[in-house]
Structures are given as C-alpha cells and as structure tokens.
C-alpha cells in the first residue's frame, strides 16, 4: 500500500493541520509505503513572497519531524524538487473539464471569502491529481472538507484511463470521521486563510491568547450549556485531552456551574502539554538544518525515482513517446 499526502507551507501549521492531516500520515507510515511532499508549487496561488516561500518550507520539515515523522521509512520531499509533477498536470489539464474544476468546494469557498482568484487558485486540482497519481497512491489520508479532491483525482484518472488505456492507480481518500473538521478560535473551520488558527509550535503568550479569545455565547457560568459538545473550545480539547478529562468538562458545562474562562484555561494547558516533546526535538533539529536539508534532498531522490517511471508510462500511453 502506498500512502501520499502534501501540505502547503503557506505559513505556520496549526491544529487543524496536525489533526487533519499530519497525524493520521505520520500514524500510516507504519503501515506502508509512505511519501510526504511539501506542497510550495501550490502555495503559489497565494504566497507571493519567495523568502516566506522558503521558511515556510523549512519550517513545514521541521513541524513533520518534530511530531515524529521517521524519514527513514518515509519519503519527505519538497514538491519543487520533483518536476515531473508540473509535466503531468499539463498531461491532466488537457482531459480535465471545465465543469469538474468550477464545482470545487475549496475554490468557491476561497472565492466567497474574497480572496483573489487566480488561474492558479482555479486550476490547482489537477496539479494535486498530479501529486497523487504520479505515485501510484493507494491511500490519500484527508480531513472530510478534503474528501472531494481525492474525488476529483479519480474522476481525472478515469477519464486519462478510458482516452488512453489503463495508465494510473485510482486512489482512495483515509478520513478519520473524529477530526472531520478542526474549528478555529471563531467557529469556523480552521484556516489561515480566516486568520483563526492555534499554531502547533507558536509562542506560547500568542497562543494562550489566542486560546482565550475563542467565540462563545453570553450564557453566565451559572447558566446550563445542553449543547455543551457543539462548543468549540470543547472541541478542541477533545483532541489535546484525555477523554476521561474533556468528558468531565463537557459534562460540567452542560450541568452549570463551569464558566468559558475556566474552559479556556484547560484548553490551553493540555494543548500546550500535548505538544512538549515535539517542541523539545524541534529545538533540537532547528540546531542542525543541515541535517533537515539533506533528509529533503535524500527524499526528493528517492520520490524521483517513482515519479519518472509513472511520467513516462503516461507519456507513453498519450502518444508523447
């Protein structure tokens, strides 16, 4: 079984990322064969400082091995350093309808919240049916608000397939349904592009504030919270809690008595624990980025290998050799 997953290094990662996508890759790379790609090609469509660019890519290696990725048995590369991707994707674009694009989730959302559109923006499905089916994946593990791009993958894949013969591996979304969709400090979905986001490595004084401001409703501590498990902080703590803690909590909300403040604070203190040891060794892998920077380069080698033999079977099968 071959496992793929990107992630853009558009800015600092946060829980969102890390329950979403980062956790439950790292978890799969026991079992099979696992390839992780920082996704820079995509952040294109909205980053346009190339000095952010590079830290944030640099930044995006160390989060992964921090929290335990093992690039031994995993393939962490950077996007840019394969470029067959770019040249499948073009391969793609040309049977890709129109249609299947413009009913993309992600694109209309990002359009609705005025973000500036671009071809990039428009078109980037088909480069991540490129990143995908260039590695003959087998399993895509995705939140559920990502579920459709894998969908969108395989309906290109069977229309290459059916116009040129059987050329590629027709993957299949990993969601796990407890962490469908992480919510950010105002309700929302958590996204940097809504600005709502809890980092995973942030400072500490920034992050507790950013915990504290967390939307809720005007109901005094006193007053009974029957919809205790739609709270977001409560959400939230599910993830970075003991069940047996967050379950306590929940039921003290709901009862009475228990206040947003003394909520908040939870939240912070068990977030903050849950991630001590990973901050500990990204100290340690921020001392050696040299390290860091090999284990890229080593993993883009070995990403190469898979993805010019899949580049050219495609090419092949199109008539382009």
Same mark, same amino acid.
């Given at each position: ?13 946060? $829980? ?36 952010? !660019? ?37 391969? $793609? ?9 413009? !009913?993309?989730?992600?694109? /209309?959302? @990002? ?32 939140? !559920?608000?990502? @579920? ?43 996204? @940097? ?16 504030? /950013? ?103 495609? !090419? ?6």
């Amino acid at each position: 079984m071959r496992i793929l997953s990107g992630i853009q290094p558009s800015g600092a990662l946060h $829980l969102g990322n890390y329950f979403g996508m980062m956790r439950p890759a790292i978890e799969l790379q026991n079992q099979g064969d696992a390839y992780i790609f920082i996704a820079d090609y995509h952040s294109m469509t909205s980053l346009f400082d190339a000095a952010q !660019r590079r830290r944030n890519t640099m930044d995006v290696a160390l989060d992964f091995l921090a929290c335990g990725l093992d690039a031994q048995r995993t393939v962490l590369f950077r996007q840019s350093d394969v470029p067959e991707h770019c040249e499948l994707t073009w391969l $793609l674009s040309t049977i890709t309808p129109m249609g299947l694009l413009e !009913r993309c989730h992600s694109y /209309k959302d @990002k359009v609705a919240h005025g973000i500036a559109v671009n071809h990039g923006l428009f078109a980037y499905p088909v480069l991540m049916a490129a990143d995908i089916l260039i590695y003959d994946s087998n399993v895509v593990p995705v939140g !559920r608000d990502q @579920k459709q791009h894998v969908e969108v993958t395989r309906d290109i894949a069977i229309k290459f397939n059916e116009t040129y013969g059987e050329t590629f591996v027709l993957p299949e979304p990993r969601i796990r349904d407890e962490v469908a969709v992480v919510p950010g400090t105002d309700g929302q979905k958590m996204s @940097k592009s809504y600005g709502n986001t809890v980092e995973i490595f942030g400072d500490e004084k920034a992050q507790r504030k /950013k915990i504290m401001s967390i939307v809720m409703d005007s109901r005094t501590p006193q007053e009974p919270k029957p919809d205790a498990d739609q709270n977001s902080a409560i959400r939230l703590l599910k993830l970075v809690a003991p069940a047996a803690v967050a379950d306590d909590i929940e039921n003290r909300l709901r009862a009475g008595g228990f206040g947003y403040g003394d909520l908040k604070k939870a939240l912070f203190e068990h977030y903050w624990n849950f991630f001590a040891e990973a901050r500990a060794r990204r100290r340690e892998l921020e001392a050696n980025l040299d390290h860091v920077e090999a284990t890229l380069r080593s993993g883009a080698e070995r990403a190469r290998t898979v993805a010019a033999a899949t580049l050219k079977r495609a !090419r092949r099968a199109c008539g382009l050799e």
